[in-house]
């Protein structure tokens, strides 16, 4: 099923530096299609061009959603029901490289074959084409070892590479009208547009979530923006230090010479954004002395997070965040009476926002996103122990001094050596 954001209809004036003729091009063969780019880029977008452009239909687009595969024996049941219901459809994987490797290999040895593995007698594949969804070149995915060289050739023969937003700068406003006019549809109301001063500040904006961040930030601003209003830089939280945190990433040292990366350079991923932004967030309020509970506030962004990342249905989002639908329906209330506190922070914006990012993207099979989470924030906060008391980090933390305590004593228990964790108390 296609989420939201991978619903981007109709053509914006956006050739992604060539990306769309490529596809177009690609249509006319049976070559399976590598489609790469950073996240938010618009690579669904690009599929369904090449979809569309082969004589699909909207209903024989099948997204296979490898985020979603939970052990190995899932993702090969789930691939093989897609093998035997494909006849005359794209497969889009979404994400392969988050498969296990005995997956990978065995969607590699069937798509070589084009023969059903696991039967008794030798099934060929019916007629499908197979399109492939990645963050980054083949050659670095291998390079770090989270893609199978067998997969990665299976798809290496004419890659699609979508470049980011950044390097699209004249189609930054095509899309965000585009997506306005979206998302006012579905909600039933009329927004006059974007102010000048709105125009201007997305021009200069770096745009390191792409697409997916240019409607984060229109839905946001549509949720707290009555209708008729025009869209500020303030409603799209699009101020001087916004843009001033984003765009102070550097690319950092290349480990693996001639590592290759994405076209158009490096760009950082949600979690390193969120780690920089965070690390701001308790820099500035340890020195105003002000204890917003920013862990509290987390664990409230990602639960939110994970019910839109599942349309909404507490079990698979409980699941997701390895806890029990129970507590999900017990939590809800409690992060709803802080929503106004949440909204009202203007230091909390852009966290809230790489969270929605984050989690996203994130595959099943790891730590549970809420326990990910803490741990980032309570290193960030022990990083800051020479200038902070234990009370002040708890607060920031949102916690009592006890609670504080116990987890850091759990943090360092799985992260420090027995002797360093005793030694530290």
């Known amino acids: 099923m296609l989420t939201t954001a991978d619903k981007l209809e109709g053509y914006v004036l956006d050739n992604m530096e060539g990306a769309v003729d490529q596809a177009a091009f690609l249509a006319r063969t049976e070559t399976p299609v590598a ?26 687009l099948v997204a296979v959603d490898c985020r979603e595969f939970r052990s190995r024996d899932d993702a090969n049941r789930r691939i093989r029901q897609a093998l035997l219901t494909g006849a005359g459809k794209t497969l889009v994987f979404k994400s392969p490289q988050l498969m296990s490797a005995d997956a990978q290999l065995k969607l590699a040895r069937q798509m070589a074959t084009r023969l059903l593995a696991d039967t008794d007698t030798p099934t060929y594949l019916p007629a499908v084409r197979f399109v492939a969804l990645f963050p980054e070149t083949l050659q670095a995915l291998v390079a770090q070892g989270l893609l199978q060289r067998k997969l990665a050739s299976a798809f ?22 585009k997506i306005l006019s979206q998302e006012c549809a579905s909600r039933s109301i009329v927004v006059k547009g974007f102010t000048p001063e709105a125009e201007q500040a997305m021009r200069q904006h770096p745009w390191h979530g792409n697409i997916s961040e240019i409607r984060q930030r229109v839905v946001r601003a549509l949720e707290q923006k ?3 209003e025009w869209l500020t830089p303030v409603d799209l939280k699009l101020y001087l230090g916004d843009r001033a945190t984003s765009g102070s990433l550097e690319p950092p040292l290349q480990a693996l010479a001639g590592q290759e990366f994405t076209s158009g350079g490096y760009s950082p991923s949600a979690w390193e954004e969120l780690e920089l932004a965070l690390g701001e967030r308790v820099n500035q309020l340890l020195l105003a002395q002000t204890p917003l509970p920013l862990g509290t506030w987390l664990e409230d962004e990602i639960v939110l997070a994970a019910l839109v990342r599942y349309q909404g249905r507490h079990g698979p989002s409980a699941e997701f965040l390895q806890t029990s639908r129970r507590n999900i329906v017990r939590w809800l209330p409690v992060i709803a009476k802080r929503q106004s506190a949440r909204d009202g922070s203007a230091l909390w914006q852009e966290p809230a926002r790489l969270v929605a990012d984050w989690v996203r993207g994130l595959g099943s099979a790891g730590a549970s996103p809420l326990l990910a989470g803490q741990e980032l924030l309570l290193e960030l906060l022990e990083a800051q122990r020479e200038v902070a008391t234990v009370e002040l980090r708890a607060q920031l933390l949102g916690v009592s001094r006890p609670t504080y305590g116990r987890r850091l004593r759990e943090w360092r ?10 030694a530290h108390g």
Not at 156 to 177: E, G, K, T
Not at 413 to 422: I, K, R
């Open 35 to 60: 489609i790469i780019g950073a996240r938010g880029t618009g690579k669904m977008y690009i599929a369904r061009i090449l979809h569309t452009q082969a004589g699909g239909c909207a209903d024989s």
């Open 156 to 177: 290496a023969a004419y890659p699609i590479r979508v470049p980011p937003m950044r390097h699209r700068q004249r189609a930054v406003l095509r899309w965000a009208h």
């Open 226 to 228: 009555p209708g008729g």
């Open 413 to 422: 228990a799985l992260t420090w050596p027995a002797g360093q964790a005793e």
